[in-house]
Every structure is written in C-alpha cells, then in structure tokens.
C-alpha cells in the first residue's frame, strides 16, 4: 500500500477518535452515515474540536496564558486554513481536513467565521442580543453549512432546494447551540465566569426554549432533501437534542449536566429509523 495512503488512514482513524472521546451523541448519529460520510464529518468535529480546547479546555488546564492561547488560536486557524491547500500535512488532523475541505468545497469565509466566533470567547465574558447573534452564526449556524456541503458532495439540488437545506442546516446549528448553553449554563458561569445569557428569568428561558424548538421544526422540514444516510444521522442528532431540550424544561441543570441514558438514546435511534420515518 502507498505511504500516503496507509498516512490518509492513520489520519482518519485519529479523527475518529476525537468524536468518540467528546460527544456521545454526534458519535452516535455519525453511525448511521455511509462510511465515507461519516469520516468527512469526524474531519470536521476533529478540528472544530481543538479549536474550542484551546479556548475553553485543554489549553486552560495547560496553564497557557490568555495571551498564548489567542497567540495558539490564532497559529491553529492558519493552519487550518493553509490545509486544504496541501496533499499531506503532517498533523493527521490536519491532513485529514483537509482533504474533506478539498473534496467538499468548504468555503474559507465559513471557517475564518467560526475562528471569529472562537476569539469572541477569549475577550467576552458576557455577550449583548446582537454579539450573541454573531457568535452563533460563527461558533453554530456555519458548522451546520459545512456538514450540509459534506451531505452534498457530488449530489444535484434544485437553488430553491440547496436554499431550504441551508436554512434548515442553520436553523439546526443555532438550535444545537443553544441547548448547549442552556445545558452548560452553570458550568461556564462558575469555571469560565462567561455567562451567554446575562439575566435569563425564567419567562425568558420559556421564551428561549420555544425558539428553540422551532428551530428544531424549521430543520425537520428541510430533512426530506437530504441524501438517505444523512438524514437518518441528522434525524437521530436532532432527536436527541430534543430530547435534552425537553429534559432542560424539567430539571434546568443548575447543580449537574443534563444527560440522555444510553439506554434511551438506543430507544431514540430505533424510533427515528422506524418505517414511519
């Protein structure tokens, strides 16, 4: 086998791993994905991931100081843009982006939003109505027109179709956000003192949580355009949230993080991929 065939594997394989070890539920979903649409999407999650570790994770607990994690952050977007440009890179990470970033037209505007949205975080402990929309354009609704370009890799929409798919895919991005603030509300106001919804009461968490949901709505109806083996895994993504969603209307998650059993999230699998779906 080719050296660089056997690196493209290895690369691959080591993305893989980062989905596994952070999020439970995109693992999860990207399961039921066609191989090679699952492995553009660990692609994706693997660098979006460390992006948010030298932010808010790892590169904290490193001891790296606010100015060397902007100077790391800001090392790592150029590297992430510069990828797709090279046929081998010798971060496998990098070099597995950035062949899905070739393959699948990713536009680099998209990425230097996220980055945007990324720094925000390094200078904001707290964001107004308007900031708040930017970071989740740049942090969510983004993310979710790069997965959509994954979905579509070498498949034919309408322009009135490739436009409710991109509403779709931004509408679930924010959704997706959204529950995460709402999910790790206590964790960043006492770890990272960051608070995305200064003086949220409780009618305006109801108000939230009703956007929430019809975000949510909003990316159901555009699902039918997918591909067959994307919309099974983006259905099962958005089932899952859902369900988070609703646990968050019962028990808000002040003292402890807001989880979905294993057990459950297998019985939301099996209900989203019955005939009637």
């Known amino acids: 086998m080719p050296s660089l065939k056997i690196f493209s594997t290895m690369a691959s394989a080591a993305s893989a791993k980062v989905i596994n070890n952070y999020s439970t539920s995109f693992s999860l979903a990207t399961r039921l994905l066609d191989s090679r649409t699952r492995k553009d999407i660990q692609h994706l999650y693997a660098v979006v991931r460390i992006a948010d570790e030298i932010v808010d994770g790892a ?4 001891g790296l100081s606010h100015e060397e994690i902007a100077a790391t952050l800001d090392e790592y977007e150029r590297q992430v843009l510069a990828a797709p440009k090279k046929n081998f890179h010798t971060d496998p990470i990098l070099h597995a982006y950035g062949h899905t970033a070739r393959e699948c037209g990713f536009k680099e505007e998209h990425l230097k939003d996220f980055f945007a949205a990324m720094r925000a975080d390094l200078h904001h402990q707290s964001y107004n109505a308007k900031e708040l929309q930017d970071y989740i354009h740049g942090s969510a609704e983004v993310i979710g027109l790069l997965c959509l370009d994954i979905f579509l890799r070498n498949e034919t929409r309408t322009e009135a179709e490739r436009a409710e798919l991109e509403a779709g895919a931004v509408a679930l991005g924010s ?3 959204k529950i ?10 006492q ?3 960051r608070d995305y919804y200064p003086g949220l009461d ?3 968490r109801r108000e939230l949580i009703h956007s929430i949901r019809g975000e949510l709505d909003r990316a159901r109806a555009a699902m039918p355009l997918l591909p067959p083996a994307p919309r099974r895994g983006v259905g ?7 369900e988070i969603l609703d646990k968050l209307v019962e028990d808000p998650g002040t003292t402890t993080r807001v989880r979905v059993p294993n057990l459950q999230k297998i019985l939301i699998v099996v209900q989203e991929l019955s005939p009637r779906r």
């Not at 099962?236 to 859902?242: E, H, N, P, R, T």
């Open 202 to 204: 409780a009618e305006g």
């Open 59 to 62: 590169g904290q607990d490193a």
């Open 236 to 242: 099962v993504a958005c089932a899952l949230f859902a």
């Open 191 to 193: 770890r990272l003192g």
């Open 175 to 177: 959704a997706f956000q």
């Open 180 to 189: 995460n603030f709402l999910r790790d509300m206590a964790a960043d106001r």
